[in-house]
């Protein structure tokens, strides 16, 4: 093989790239849009006077009055008002919180980051939690595989809130072991996080041990095992990566649970974060801040299932050219 | 025996010297900040997070018990509603109302350092009037203000357009919590307040967690408490943090596991339960102002009709449903001023209403809904007897929309009316109001002068009359006992405006006395509730260990 026909087929390669990525980003791009849409048509239809709804309970002043109409361009036609505020957004300009006297954006930046630590941990912690469970019960048809698929089950059905209830009063009021609330260190990350986990556990284990199981019938697992090779490695080497597959298609839903539910495990368990910001913006009537939080769930979401499908196209190149 | 009580009177001075040990270190501890308070700290769960820590944009009852760790205001108020000194040591008041001369005290510094005098509660004054700054203030409160005038570094003469009785309370209020001057130009973000926004306090606001906590550590100068207050001096505690926990159960929890040692908030369901825990004491304080209320909107039918509303109140056995929702922890309240304003209730009314179907029934035949239709509700002219209440969400609280079930399953049983309560969001019910497509709106006040209350209610055009009933001799009572500073007077008078619209017009039913819970683990003292608000009181008082 010449070093010109390695070179074509780099080239080809990455032309075979080109194409699916940046339908992805398009398609991101598009749902960014409609998400800003709707957010805005929202705004319009809440009912009551547009100044009304964006002022909410922050104070209302003839000033102030004049100053969100200039704002958010209220005195022009719609179409005039839409094209702006998506202009706006274009330059990240989330707009001000009239309730809180503050821009969105610092509001949003600020809290930011709890969240996302607490989301990550509630991942690791359901992944963790998932592979454990799938990958010592597959396959074994025991009661222990009952047991899993049953705790399963039970985890991906209990809603964060009363999770968050149940182990706060096992482990905190009862035995004493972590905190009740608050952002201080590992030990008041453990229960939020699990509570966060669970649901994320149980539906992770079920596909999981599913697609186990599934991959343990197939011919080359009867080929392995004909190699002499123990299950544990049948199981943790090969059966995993085909189980894997469906798994991750589940990432986008999963980052939907955590974000759904930081909102409430936050409030329960008194921790600052995005989930706190949400609660008090549509109980307080924020619209600013809730339109930015649309935007931003929206983003995560458009993020996270691009980079999925990117990972697709990475692992598997058939995909490349099939889509 | 002999051997036993060696023992004994071993153990006896051993734990004496370790007493005075300890004693001896709190003590040295504690020496270098002076004035040989105790130490010590504590954790305060509480339900809401306040919008802003800064007192003049302050709006929340619930936050009320924070204002005063950081900030004290002129005057205080004594358990009968008595203005007592404060940082204002007297107070004179011209013949016509019209001038107020304050002295002040002459020892006070602010936590930035700057000193108290004069010229800062005229900067305060004038800034709660500042245009865009704080518009319901500056409308409502401070509409009767003119000017503050410097007579002298610690004498301020403040001039109002009109005689005001309520000029004091405001100043008693927590808008009047002295801000530094200095502070309210430098401060980063001035309407939220926080950290860089200081008073002259007990305590110091030096941290605060959007959505965990806010920390207060012990201001070591504060020698000018009001002189109600149980002690004098710095505070006892060297820290304080409010928590943030809007969950109630986990508020209860924590305070059970002993993991925070006072939490504010209490919901009826839990109190039984922490009332039979020795270990944990509950106190309750009826708040002042309004007591939570059912008004009839009389703009249209039915209750255009006194005879409907009369129906509508004696239908309903409130001691039966206040029980059944609230297990007896509820306060009934009997008129449109709650008992939590003992200055102005008028006591006479208690027992003169209610509970009675047999006259509501005969009252509603008499008004024209004699018929029934097929689910048993009574209507006229084709038309059901419906009573519509919307109410915005954010404003429940205390199981209201479970007690207007209750209601609702009363009124239905006894009488037969259609009472339909919605909760909506903001803006529905504002649409709902404006259109009056109401027939019944649900309100309670906790002004800490209950006739602020009555005047948003009541006279016609008010901000809140929502019953859209007039009566110009009514008005006329109520502007006279707002410029009357005679509190006997004030009494009388609305003691004939409670007459008025409970007896005589029957425009609204009366439910509860809404209160504040406050349950605090062992050895925690000091939990008091501010005389006339209800609300808890700051930490000033507060200590931990015997």
Redesign the interface.
């Known amino acids: 093989m010449s070093t010109l026909t390695l070179t074509r087929r780099r080239g080809l390669a990455a032309a075979g790239w080109i194409g699916p990525v940046v339908r992805r980003l398009g398609a991101g791009l598009v749902v960014l849009w409609v998400a800003a849409t709707a957010a805005y048509v929202a705004l319009l239809l809440?009912?009551?006077d547009t100044v009304?709804?964006l002022i909410?309970?922050g104070?209302?002043?003839p000033?102030?009055r004049a100053q969100i109409i200039t704002e958010w361009g209220l005195d022009r036609p719609i179409p005039h008002q839409y094209g702006d505020y998506l202009l706006r957004l274009l330059h990240g300009d989330l707009g001000r919180s009239y309730?809180?006297?503050?821009d969105v954006a610092e509001i949003l930046s600020?809290?930011i980051w709890?969240t996302v630590r607490l989301a990550l941990t509630a991942a690791a912690f359901g992944v963790v939690i998932a592979l454990v469970l799938a990958l010592t019960t597959a396959g074994r048809r025991s009661w222990t595989t009952g047991l899993a698929g049953f705790s399963e089950l039970t985890a991906a059905s209990i809603p964060p809130f009363l999770a968050g209830?149940l182990l706060?009063?096992v482990f905190?009021?009862?035995l004493?072991w972590f905190?009740?609330?608050?952002?201080r260190g590992f030990a008041s990350l453990v229960l939020p996080a699990l509570a966060l986990g669970l649901q994320i556990a149980g539906a992770l284990g079920q596909v999981l041990r599913e697609g186990l199981e599934r991959a343990l019938e197939e011919p080359f697992a009867v080929t392995a095992r004909s190699r002499g090779i123990t299950e544990w490695r049948l199981v943790a080497r090969h059966a995993l990566r085909h189980a894997l597959l469906p798994a991750v298609t589940l990432t986008g839903w999963f980052v939907g649970v955590l974000l759904g539910g930081a909102i409430v495990v936050?409030?329960?368990?008194?921790?600052?974060?995005l989930g706190?910001?949400t609660l008090?913006a549509v109980?307080?009537?924020d619209m600013p801040v809730v339109m930015a939080v649309i935007m931003f769930a929206a983003a995560i979401y458009v993020t996270v299932s691009t980079l999925v499908d990117l990972a697709y196209l990475a692992i598997d190149p058939r995909l490349r050219r099939s889509r | 025996m002999k051997v036993q009580k060696g023992i004994l009177a071993l153990v006896g001075v051993l734990t004496l010297a370790a007493c005075g040990a300890e004693t001896g270190a709190a003590n040295t501890a504690s020496g270098g900040e002076g004035g040989g308070a105790k130490g010590g700290s504590l954790v305060w769960a509480v339900e809401t997070q306040p919008v802003t820590f800064n007192p003049q944009q302050w709006g929340q009852n619930k936050a009320r018990l924070l204002v005063h760790n950081q900030f004290d205001a002129l005057v205080a108020r004594g358990k009968d509603g008595e203005f007592l000194p404060w940082l204002a040591t007297s107070w004179e008041v011209s013949k016509d109302g019209l001038t107020y001369t304050f002295q002040l005290r002459k020892d006070v510094t602010f936590h930035d350092g700057e000193k108290f005098d004069a010229a800062s509660v005229k900067a305060n004054l004038d800034q709660l009037v500042a245009p865009g700054y704080n518009a319901a203030v500056a409308g409502i409160q401070l509409r009767n203000f003119s000017s503050a005038e410097v007579t002298d570094p610690y004498t301020l003469k403040v001039t109002l357009k009109a005689p005001d009785a309520l000029f004091l309370d405001f100043l008693s209020s927590p808008y009047a919590g002295q801000v530094s001057p200095k502070s309210l130009k430098t401060a980063k973000d001035l309407k939220a307040g926080g950290p860089d926004l200081v008073g002259t306090g007990p305590f110091i606001l030096d941290r605060f967690t959007p959505g965990q906590e806010v920390h207060y550590r012990r201001n070591p100068a504060y020698n000018w408490a009001p002189p109600n207050a149980a002690h004098q001096g710095p505070a006892y505690l060297e820290e304080i943090t409010y928590r943030f926990l809007p969950e109630a159960a986990v508020r209860v929890g924590a305070l059970t596991s002993g993991q925070v040692q006072v939490i504010e908030g209490v919901p009826a369901t839990e109190l039984g339960l922490l009332k039979a825990d020795s270990s944990v004491k509950v106190e309750t304080s009826l708040n002042s102002g309004s007591a939570f209320s059912y008004y009839f909107n009389i703009s249209h039918p039915p209750f255009d009709d006194k005879r409907v509303r009369e129906a509508f109140r004696d239908a309903v056995d409130v001691d039966t449903v206040l029980n059944s929702v609230y297990q007896g922890t509820a306060k009934r309240a009997w008129s449109i001023v709650g008992q939590g304003s003992p200055q102005f209730y008028d006591a006479s009314l208690e027992n003169t209403y209610g509970n009675n179907a047999q006259r509501a029934n005969k009252l509603l035949d008499e008004a024209g809904w004699s018929k029934r239709d097929a689910e048993g509700f009574r209507v006229k002219d084709g038309k059901r007897l419906t009573v519509r209440s919307i109410e915005s969400a954010p404003y429940v609280r205390d199981r209201r929309d479970v007690l207007a079930q209750a209601v609702q399953a009363a009124v239905k049983q006894s009488v037969g009316i259609d009472f339909q309560p919605k909760v909506v969001d903001q803006g529905t019910q504002q649409k709902a109001l404006q259109d009056d497509q109401y027939e019944l709106f649900q309100n309670s006040r906790g002004d800490t002068d209950a006739g602020a209350a009555l005047n948003l209610i009541l006279p016609k055009g008010a901000a809140i009359n929502r019953t859209h009933y007039e009566n110009a001799e009514l008005d006329k009572l109520l502007a006279e006992a707002s410029t009357t500073s005679d509190l006997a007077k004030r009494k009388e008078i609305y003691a004939k405006v409670q007459r008025i619209v409970v007896t005589d017009e029957a425009l609204l039913l009366p439910l509860y006395v809404p209160a504040d819970q406050v349950a605090y683990g062992a050895g925690v003292t000091g939990i008091t509730f501010e005389p006339v608000s209800g609300t808890p009181n700051s930490a000033y008082d507060v200590r931990t260990g015997t």
């Open positions: 809440v009912p009551g009304d709804v909410a309970d104070v209302d002043t000033q102030r309730v809180l006297q503050r600020s809290q709890p209830l706060l009063a905190s009021f009862t004493g905190p009740v609330s608050g952002d936050e409030a329960v368990f008194g921790r600052p974060g706190q910001i008090g109980t307080g009537k």
